[in-house]
């Protein structure tokens, strides 16, 4: 790892939905665009850079309302953007989300010829993503948005999805979400786990050194300077069966919220098993001062607290003792819930889509996202626990188990079958926003 310098990003030129966290609550959209005119798909990238929030802009007029854009690699070709240019982008990029499901687990019913179309498909160019506050304001900012592209025959909106976070930020499964995010060197914006040191830049930006002294370019460098890689991902969650599988293993609804919060890592509340080992504490799970403010080498290195299987401890391993570095794979992940709650206590699948919009940042596909889906999701070999997948979003087909430590005899729950299936994905590169006008200025 290289030492600690001082660096400074070029905040005015990256987009704010790299680094920002995002509100509280909030109302998001996913626009995809499909460009059958280059010259109509460049004049949007052109009005894009306009309308895109920087993140120097973090106490803009508008405010919490903001508005990204980031591109496939269909997307670049259909722009025109040279070959030469187009094979400077990671490799993974360039073959796309559908092509690498098996290494993310995306198989059986979660495989791309199940996806919901048309996600997955050579037709998805532009990936547009607004929040605000409410539904109303965010209508508001698709408003101001639209003859960006409404006057662009050539260009044609194809999919949409309507996400919001509630004011409990919690996600369908019941649990707050959005709790963690790295500090960033250089960003000015403070991590949630004050005992992490803060990642290099070039972790999450292209152009910037990461934490093994790399730099991450294209050619031309302008095009991808301030830029990063943006994973989307629609995630059906179901959520009577997690609910009927929890009451089905459990003795008690005591009992049944304490095997929750060992599947997870941590209460419904957000409050962590490492910091409330044995009952839910509200108040902490509420803190965003305390509650990602925990280690785990030093006092549950065995996982008798936090179990190593469980989905936030295999998301990040912090200080644990497993294979390979863990600052090498951390990720900015958020996630949006789409489609109405599944009412308390019902336990039948009402036929409802819920689930929620996932979104990975980072300047490295490979050793970040695929690395943590497939090495860390769904197998277990780095913290000595074999086969075993995440007993949350793991590619589970209903022949595996999850291990609680426990004294004197561990606890194994069996039979875990598929919480979360996948509907579609796309891997898509979010430019900076010299890098939209430099597409936007493009010639023939």
Request: glycine share 10%; proline share 7%; hydrophobic share 35%.
């Amino acid at each position: 790892m290289t030492g600690q310098t001082h660096v400074t990003l070029e905040l005015d030129d990256i987009q704010r939905g790299v680094l920002s966290p995002r509100p509280t609550p909030y109302a998001a959209t996913y626009i995809l665009f499909r460009i059958d005119d280059r010259v109509h798909g460049r004049e949007l990238m052109r009005r894009a850079s306009t309308v895109v929030t920087s993140a120097a802009d973090s106490m803009s007029p508008l405010g919490e309302t903001w508005v990204s854009v980031a591109v496939t690699y269909h997307g670049l070709k259909a722009l025109g953007v040279p070959q030469e240019s187009l094979d400077t982008f990671a490799w993974e990029f360039r073959q796309g989300m559908a092509a690498r499901a098996k290494v993310l687990g995306d198989i059986d019913e979660s495989s791309p010829e199940n996806w919901e179309p048309p996600l997955g498909t050579p037709d998805v160019h532009v990936v547009l993503v607004a929040l605000a506050p409410d539904s109303a304001q965010l209508e508001a900012a698709i408003d101001r948005v639209r003859p960006a592209y409404d006057a662009l025959p050539g260009v044609t909106a194809i999919w949409r999805q309507n996400c919001h976070a509630l004011p409990t930020e919690t996600e369908p499964f019941g649990y707050r979400d959005g709790i963690s995010h790295p500090a960033v060197e250089g960003s000015g914006i403070a991590g949630s786990n004050q005992l992490e040191v803060p990642l290099k830049a070039g972790e999450f930006v292209l152009g910037y050194r990461d934490e093994i002294g790399g730099l991450q370019t294209t050619e031309p460098e302008v095009l991808g300077r301030n830029g990063t890689y943006v994973v989307f991902r629609k995630l059906h969650q179901r959520v009577a069966l997690f609910r009927q599988y929890l009451k089905d293993n459990s003795t008690c609804p005591e009992d049944e919220e304490l095997l929750a919060a060992k599947i997870m890592g941590r209460w419904r509340s957000g409050a962590p098993l490492a910091l409330s080992p044995l009952h839910d504490d509200p108040d902490l799970g509420a803190d965003r001062r305390r509650n990602n403010n925990f280690l785990y080498a030093q006092d549950d290195p065995a996982g008798f607290t936090t179990p190593g299987g469980c989905h936030v401890r295999r998301g990040n391993p912090r200080d644990a003792s497993v294979a390979g570095a863990p600052r090498l794979h951390r990720m900015i992940r958020r996630g949006t819930a789409y489609g109405p709650p599944l009412p308390k206590g019902v336990l039948v699948d009402d036929g409802t889509d819920r689930g929620l919009m996932f979104a990975f940042v980072g300047a490295h596909l490979g050793r970040q996202f695929e690395f943590v889906q497939s090495e860390w999701m769904n197998d277990g070999v780095f913290f000595g626990a074999g086969k075993a997948r995440d007993p949350v979003i793991g590619s589970n087909d209903g022949s595996g188990d999850f291990i609680i430590p426990r004294r004197p005899v561990r606890r194994r729950l069996q039979a875990l079958p598929r919480f979360v299936v996948t509907r579609g994905g796309e891997y898509c590169f979010m430019p900076g926003l010299s890098a939209l006008r430099w597409l936007g200025d493009l010639q023939d």
